[in-house]
């Protein structure tokens, strides 16, 4: 949260693990809760940058042209997330910082 901070940006956390996004079939890839995000934080969605370890995550942040960030928490995943289009691919939790700044 802190390279957040230093770099100027907002957080906001969005999941899939709500009874709310399960329901209403809202889950990703569908973008809607980067949106809500997005809008809670008062920026437009292609302003945002999605943090995730699973494709649908990158393809949610493509569908709304926000930046995305895939993070290799499992051996195969980096090749996964690449290929989904992620902007960057991180196995290390340590290595976001650098990612944010860049993003």
Same mark, same amino acid.
């Given at each position: 949260?802190?390279?957040? #901070?230093? !770099?100027?940006?907002?957080? +906001?956390?969005?999941?899939?693990?709500?009874?709310?996004? %399960?329901?209403?079939?809202?889950?990703?890839?569908?973008?809607?809760?980067? &949106? #809500?995000?997005?809008? !809670?934080?008062?920026? &437009?969605?292609?302003?945002?940058?999605?943090?995730?370890?699973?494709? @649908?995550? %990158?393809?949610? +942040?493509?569908?709304? +042209?926000?930046?995305?960030?895939?993070? $290799?928490?499992?051996?195969?995943?980096?090749?996964?997330? @690449?290929? !989904?289009?992620?902007? !960057? %691919?991180?196995?290390?939790?340590?290595?976001?910082? &650098?990612?944010?700044? $860049?993003?």
């Amino acid at each position: 949260m802190s390279a957040c #901070r230093e !770099a100027g940006r907002q957080l +906001a956390i969005v999941s899939n693990n709500t009874g709310a996004s %399960v329901r209403p079939g809202l889950m990703k890839p569908s973008p809607h809760l980067i &949106e #809500r995000a997005a809008q !809670a934080l008062g920026v &437009e969605p292609d302003a945002c940058t999605l943090i995730g370890d699973q494709t @649908t995550d %990158v393809q949610a +942040a493509r569908a709304i +042209a926000a930046a995305s960030i895939g993070y $290799a928490n499992k051996p195969g995943k980096a090749d996964d997330l @690449t290929a !989904a289009g992620a902007d !960057a %691919v991180i196995a290390r939790i340590d290595e976001l910082t &650098e990612a944010i700044r $860049a993003s």
